[in-house]
């Protein structure tokens, strides 16, 4: 890491009248960030009357905890020479609307990371778990949240 100052910017649309009231108005809105040339289809999540069939900016930002802890692990990984050959998160939130203010309680994340069996020697659970702490302590989106990101992963070989 050089240091350098990184500025990340987003640009949101969307149009409609909530002049038809709070059931009716639609949520849907599209955002991207250039340079990347995707557009996202976004909306609320259906418990507040949005589309199932979009995500919705909670689903977003447990995405990018999981991608983030992913990046993450792999750079550790690749500097401390293992072999990671496949990944899987299922990640997970909760959010009590009882609370005020509203917002994710937690955020779990369950990697389950494959290893080249050539690793099988020098992959103690203790250093394993080590790797995943390093990675999850250097993962900026963990690091930018006031909600609780947790890590549980597993670990198992690719047999030849």
């Not at 289809?41 to 949005?50: K, V």
């Not at 447990?62 to 401390?80: E, G, K, Y």
């Not at 494959?114 to 203790?126: E, G, I, K, N, S």
Request: proline fraction near 5%; glycine fraction near 4%.
């Amino acid at each position: 890491m050089t240091g350098s100052l990184h500025t990340y910017a987003a640009h949101l649309t969307w149009s409609g009248s909530t002049g038809v009231g709070y059931d009716a108005y639609d949520r849907a809105h599209d955002v991207t960030a250039a340079p990347a040339e995707q557009a996202l289809s976004l909306t609320s999540d259906p418990a507040f009357l949005g589309n199932p069939a979009l995500l919705n900016p909670e689903q977003l930002l447990v995405m990018a905890a999981s991608s983030c802890q992913l990046l993450s692990f792999l750079s550790v990984a690749a500097r401390s020479r293992l072999d990671v050959v496949d990944y899987a998160d299922e990640a997970t939130a909760t959010m009590d609307e009882s609370q005020t203010p509203t917002r994710l309680d937690a955020i779990d994340l369950r990697p389950r990371i494959v290893l080249a069996d050539t690793d099988r020697p020098r992959a103690a659970q203790d250093r394993l778990d080590r790797l995943v702490d390093l990675a999850h302590r250097g993962c900026y989106i963990a690091n930018s949240l006031s909600t609780p990101v947790r890590v549980t992963a597993t670990f198992t070989w690719r047999t030849a």
